[in-house]
């Protein structure tokens, strides 16, 4: 279960927390059977006979049940099991925890159970709405007595059915109906009662979140992403980063590529840590599974954003830049990896990249103005131009490979999504972060989604620094 704003407390405390107030407001009972049904809103309600008759032993045992000793001390024992389960580690120990807390939960049921035949044989008689509503707040009242989930949703529900609450109250009720039946994993009836909550306006305790987790947790990933969604585009910038971490791993779990790369530039926009760019790039990088030549470019977001998070984000980086291609920028790797410790000279693949790419450093980077030359010769074919701008991009001169890039891009047969990723990679690097963003933009094809996190990141490099503290 997802852990953020939305689940600080859990849904049954956030019950039970509506209880307060639910259970001690027991209704005023009409003595004028003809007074308007419509008083209930302010507290009035007007009871059918049978009702009336069964109403007050019922009330008075529920007021009295907490005071009794068996009570007291079963409810003290839900406590410890409760306090016991919330402090287990590992499966084997939560398991038996939950099995002594379901044991102490129906020992304190079974001293109820007079209340509980007192409370049927009310239900049994009611017949109006105002029956309802008065069953609904009585049974939500010894369900909390009980620490009965299932009685206090089902009075919940039956105070929303009575049609007696206020529109806003009543919305704010299914809230909580949904809550309890999420807590109880009945996924199907939390979102019926949430989606009522949100139609009836409500819009506390990331409601919209909580409906989005009842449809991923009932193996329905696809709509609660929608959810997710949808809710995250209501925040906006203020969107908890859990949802859209939760976002990603979902969509990443269901092999939605599309889904996990939106997420994952959201999150980086939002939030750019280096966790955040390792989850959003090794994602993307997992689920597109693209070739070499593509997937130099999205390992030259995680360089630019030091988030390396293992060795194999500096092999794989050196295997695609390959050091008989791009000598100059495997040694950068190379170094980079053996700083961090993640890489070491004792792996035989790292000496022969090291070995391989030192015999040809020298002479391809003097190869340089050459290349540059052939290139901008009218003559010059697609393949060639590119070429020449990825050697000077390699070398960290994204002046020159801009400029090749954009003449690449005049060229028949060049392959242009990958000179518009390149181009505003180099952009990137000149800080022409705008122009960056527009070019990223045009990028289409199996390259989009790669555009997109590199969109967020020349963002970043976009956004004003934040004012000094004051001192």
């Not at 006979?49 to 019922?58: E, S, W």
């Not at 620490?147 to 059915?161: I, M, P, S």
């Not at 090291?354 to 010059?380: H, Q, Y």
């Amino acid at each position: 279960m997802i852990r953020s704003s939305l689940f600080t407390r859990s849904a049954l405390g956030l019950a039970l927390a509506l209880g307060v107030a639910a259970a001690g407001a027991t209704p005023a009972l009409a003595k004028d059977k003809d007074k308007d049904k419509s008083s209930a809103s302010a507290g009035k309600i007007t009871p059918s006979k049978p009702v009336m008759a069964l109403y007050p032993a019922l009330n008075t045992a529920l007021e009295n049940a907490p005071k009794r000793a068996d009570v007291a001390q079963a409810a003290a024992n839900v406590a410890s099991a409760t306090t016991a389960l919330n402090a287990a580690s590992g499966k084997a120990a939560r398991a038996t925890a939950r099995t002594n807390y379901d044991a102490a939960v129906a020992a304190l049921g079974a001293t109820l159970t007079a209340e509980k035949g007192q409370l049927e044989q009310l239900h049994a008689a009611a017949t109006t709405a105002d029956d309802k509503y008065i069953y609904g707040q009585l049974a939500f009242k010894l369900g909390k007595i009980a620490e009965d989930k299932a009685l206090q949703r089902t009075g919940l529900a039956a105070t929303v059915e009575s049609g007696k609450l206020p529109p806003e109250q009543a919305a704010e009720f299914n809230f909580f109906v949904g809550a309890l039946s999420y807590d109880m994993r009945d996924y199907a009836a939390a979102r019926t009662a949430l989606q009522a909550a949100i139609g009836g306006g409500y819009a506390k305790n990331d409601v919209e979140g909580m409906l989005a987790e009842a449809y991923i947790n009932d193996n329905q990933p696809g709509e609660g992403l929608k959810v997710l969604q949808a809710a995250i585009a209501k925040k906006g910038n203020a969107a908890p980063e859990d949802w859209l971490r939760r976002g990603e791993v979902v969509a990443y779990n269901a092999k939605m590529t599309d889904q996990a790369a939106t997420f994952g530039a959201q999150l980086v926009r939002n939030y750019p840590g280096k966790q955040n760019w390792a989850l959003a790039i090794s994602v993307l990088r997992d689920l597109a599974r693209y070739p070499a030549q593509d997937m130099i470019d999205l390992l030259r977001l995680m360089d630019r954003t030091d988030s390396y998070m293992e060795g194999r984000d500096y092999v794989e980086y050196i295997q695609a830049a390959d050091p008989r291609r791009s000598p100059g920028e495997v040694m950068k790797v190379l170094n980079k990896g053996l700083a961090s410790g993640k890489l070491s000279t004792s792996d035989v693949f790292v000496t022969d990249a090291k070995s391989v790419a030192t015999a040809r450093i020298t002479a391809d980077k003097a190869s340089l103005p050459a290349m540059e030359r052939d290139a901008r010769a009218g003559a010059a074919t697609a393949n060639a131009v590119m070429a020449a701008a990825d050697a000077y991009l390699s070398y960290d001169q994204p002046a020159k490979a801009a400029e090749l890039f954009q003449l690449a891009m005049t060229k028949p047969g060049v392959e242009t999504d990958k000179a518009l990723t390149r181009l505003g990679i180099a952009q990137v690097d000149m800080g022409q972060a705008a122009a960056a963003q527009a070019t990223f933009a045009k990028v289409g094809g199996t390259r989009k989604l790669m555009a997109q996190l590199w969109s967020s990141y020349a963002a970043g490099k976009a956004a004003p620094a934040a004012a000094p503290a004051a001192q």
